[in-house]
């Protein structure tokens, strides 16, 4: 196997994790409320207090890996999470639970955009697509599989106990990273000489590192188109991550266990929207040029998945709403990857920070969803209508993949070293 192969294991590992645990709240999230005894508006509260913390700390975090290599970034940021992860499974009351998620947001949000620097320096530019898709597939792997490990944890020993499993697994995987990873190919001492020249010889990444300004980020009408599609596309992932396991059960009335089901249907399903969208988001520019096929992945992906949304969302019939939601999305992973993409096209040496800018207004999307989806609920007493929102709000992020231009790189100021 080639050795960078080995590292897309480890960043597909890394995202597993973080919606392994990123999801446990919401898995839980009907036992806790009544523990706790939140009502929606309130544990909207909660879910939006990890994603403003996600939101605010994300582009620091990216400019961070810049600097100072994603490996030190990593070490820090799951050591950090994982015992938020397990301070969440001790709190007894809503305002230390919002103080734990918004800390559990800060440690998390440095993940994609050190794992997109990771790419950029270790894969060369025609393994972007499929290597970015591994990294997505971990946030669906991680999904399918927490319900199947924390609803039986949740069923025999309480919602508490799945924070502390999920802690454990974070310091395991600290370990790895510390004792095998590092940021350079060059850097690994077992890697071959002719796959180490292949992957040096065609990266984006170049040795010159360059500062970029934020007068030049704001000046970039691609970015700003890019950072406003992703604002959009967050609130149908925030969903599926964070509203939809209860949707299912106070919102359908499925059961827990029916629930369980259903969610490892629709993130297992998810798995194959990554891979067709990264085979096609790899293809499609090579057939039809850099610019048509970044922008045909993502707009037939997210448009599609928010029409679905809304269907699932008008139909009375539980199974055929069900069906729609995992459909929708399969979309959203067909179409989401090629984002990231778009940040190595215009980035370059600056990856990292231009994907913690995009995943900023990212985040802040799921900020203002996750308040929104909960409120609404309770005003109108109805699961659906906030789904209404949601699924327009995609179709508006999908649009705006036709103003995206992925060959309009990031000007310069200087270089750092030579």
């Known amino acids: ?121 270790w894969f060369p530019a025609q393994e972007t697509g499929r290597s970015l898709t591994w990294v ?27 924070f502390f499993v999920n802690a454990f697994i974070g310091v395991i995987w600290v370990w ?16 071959s000489p002719k796959e180490l020249q292949w992957i040096e010889s065609n990266r984006r990444f170049s040795s010159e590192q360059h500062l970029v300004s934020w007068k ?13 599609m992703y604002f959009c596309c967050q609130w149908s992932n925030y969903f599926f991550v964070a509203w939809m396991p209860l949707y299912l059960q106070e919102g359908r009335h499925f059961s827990e266990n029916d ?53 699932a969302a008008i139909v009375p019939q539980n199974v055929l709403s069900v069906i729609c939601l995992i459909a929708a999305n399969g979309c959203f992973a067909f179409g989401v990857m090629v984002s990231y993409a778009v940040c190595a096209d215009i980035g370059r040496n600056n990856t990292g920070t231009v994907t913690g800018a995009m995943n900023f207004f990212g985040q802040m999307g799921a900020f203002i969803m996750s308040l929104l989806f909960g409120k609404i609920a309770d005003a109108t007493n109805n699961f659906n209508q906030p789904l209404f929102l949601v699924g327009m709000v995609m179709i508006a992020g999908g649009l705006l993949w036709l103003v995206i231009d992925p060959t309009k790189q990031l000007k310069i100021d200087k270089p750092i070293y030579t």
């Not at 898995?27 to 913390?53: C, M, S, Y």
């Not at 980020?217 to 406003?228: E, V």
């Open 259 to 311: 629930m369980k089901i259903i969610t490892f249907i629709l993130f297992t399903t998810g798995i194959s929207g990554f891979l067709v969208g990264g085979f096609i988001g790899d293809w499609l520019p090579k057939k039809k040029g850099l610019k048509f096929g970044r922008r045909f992945v993502g707009l037939t992906g997210l448009c599609c998945c928010g029409l679905l949304i809304f269907v």
């Open 216 to 228: 030049i980020i704001f000046r970039n009408r691609t970015l700003w188109a890019l950072m406003l």
């Open 136 to 162: 997505g597939i971990g946030s669906q792997i991680g999904s399918a599989v927490a319900p199947l490990i924390i609803v039986p944890l949740a069923v025999h020993y309480g919602w508490r106990m799945p």
């Open 1 to 121: 196997m080639p050795y960078r192969y080995r590292v897309l294991i480890l960043l597909c590992s890394l995202t597993t994790l973080t919606y392994l645990d990123r999801i446990c709240i919401s898995l839980v999230g009907v036992r806790l409320k009544a523990d706790l005894q939140l009502n929606n508006e309130q544990f909207g509260w909660v879910l939006a207090a990890f994603t403003l913390a996600y939101a605010l700390f994300e582009i620091p975090s990216g400019m961070l890996g810049d600097r100072i290599g994603p490996r030190a970034v990593f070490i820090r940021i799951v050591l950090f999470w994982s015992l938020c992860t397990a301070l969440t499974g001790m709190v007894n009351g809503l305002i230390l639970l919002l103080v734990i998620r918004f800390l559990f947001g800060m440690g998390e949000s440095g993940t994609y955009p050190n794992a997109l620097l990771v790419v950029s320096r």
């Open 176 to 191: 790895i990273c510390y004792k095998w990873f590092r940021d350079f190919p060059a850097q690994m001492k077992d890697i």
